[in-house]
């Protein structure tokens, strides 16, 4: 045996307790996985040891044996088949799942567990100087991490905004323009994503006749978008690449659908995670994960689904999504769907269970 058995093409979830040892099974061959029951002997396989650090500890122990994070899924399992794991559209679960319609007086789908779908244009923009904008997503709707934030620059130069102490990811929607972050400018392209550490501020400046718009994600929430009277001189000079745009180098496949980070470690964010993808039409099998997700749907138009509720969505639509929410998004578009999300906690957008 000199490759290891796939043992399944997904991780285990598993709740662990603090300073307690577990032995995670390398080879695959296991009846009691993902632990060791002692099969790999006699081969090159050992099993790898791992002590839960924390009280309430969750983890996702990897169960196709092929991750390059042993013990943990790293998400390679998503390309060891040739497309995503997909369910068929007409399966007994699907057929009981409730249609949400959206529309003035219902402007937000609200499907199982708080987990919510809107779109900047239902809701009343609020407007400080000449920058309008909405809360989109926040504690008091139900997100524990993150809070989400529209912002819509229509001609000139912005107030100067500040988030205090909080981390700001950005993705452009649509239009032309600048950002000063802190004093340092910065262009702006469709779809780029931004990065505005703790304690700088920032302001959108306009260049074409169509207003610049901006999803704005902050974390933690802390106490919101206010103005300041002069740009601050703090920029920080230890992380000088703000805005990313999309770059087909970058961009990492998972099956038949692809993502690119704008905004992670390689900018210097230690605590937010963005990433824009592209995903073909199709309906992802129903899954979860360990981080708390906002999603932007750039172009295309789909379906959100949770166990009880659906909804449609289509261009400009935001979803929250809760920790360990089980969840799908169906893609209808033939041309496909690009899609952008913020993740906290973690950095790899591609696991999940
Ligand atoms: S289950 Fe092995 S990488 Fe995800």
């Known amino acids: 045996m000199d490759k290891a058995h796939i043992a399944r093409y997904k991780p285990y979830y598993c709740e662990l307790e603090e300073g307690k040892a577990y032995f995670w099974c390398s080879c695959g061959r296991s009846s009691k996985q993902p632990f060791c029951d002692g099969s790999h002997k006699g081969s090159n396989f050992l099993p790898i040891k791992y002590i839960a650090k924390d009280a309430d500890e969750e983890v996702l122990f990897c169960g196709c044996k092929q991750t390059g994070d042993q013990p943990f899924c790293d998400g390679t399992h998503n390309n060891l088949l040739d497309t995503y794991a997909l369910e068929e559209l007409d399966n007994e679960s699907a057929k009981l799942t409730n249609m949400i319609t959206r529309n003035a007086t219902n402007p937000i789908a609200t499907l199982n567990n708080k987990c919510y779908v809107s779109n900047p244009a239902d809701h009343e923009l609020s407007t400080t100087g000449s920058l ?173 689904w949770t166990e009880d509720w659906k909804t449609k969505v289509v261009s400009g639509d935001i979803m929250f999504l809760p920790r360990k929410q089980i969840h799908s998004l169906e893609c209808t578009s033939e041309k496909g769907m690009r899609l952008a999300g913020v993740i906290y906690p973690g950095d790899n957008p591609s696991i999940n269970y």
């Open 132 to 304: 309008a904008w909405c809360v989109l997503i926040s504690e008091q709707m139900g997100a524990q991490y993150q809070s989400q934030y529209y912002l819509q620059q229509a001609v000139g130069t912005s107030p100067i905004v500040s988030f205090g102490d909080s981390e700001i990811a950005m993705l452009v929607r649509a239009g032309k323009g600048e950002i000063v972050i802190s004093g340092q400018a910065f262009q702006l392209s469709k779809h780029a994503g931004i990065y505005v550490k703790a304690g700088e501020a920032f302001c959108l400046i306009t260049t074409s006749d169509k207003p610049l718009e901006i999803y704005a994600t902050i974390c933690p929430e802390g106490n919101g978008l206010r103005t300041l009277s002069a740009m601050p001189d703090n920029f920080d000079l230890t992380a000088v690449n703000r805005v990313v745009s999309i770059d087909e180098a970058n961009a990492q496949s998972m099956g038949d659908r692809f993502f690119q980070i704008l905004v992670g470690k390689e900018v210097g964010s230690k605590v937010l995670t963005e990433f824009i993808g592209d995903i073909p039409q199709s309906k992802a099998a129903m899954h979860r994960h360990l981080y708390e997700e906002t999603l932007v749907i750039l172009e295309g138009e789909g379906v959100m």
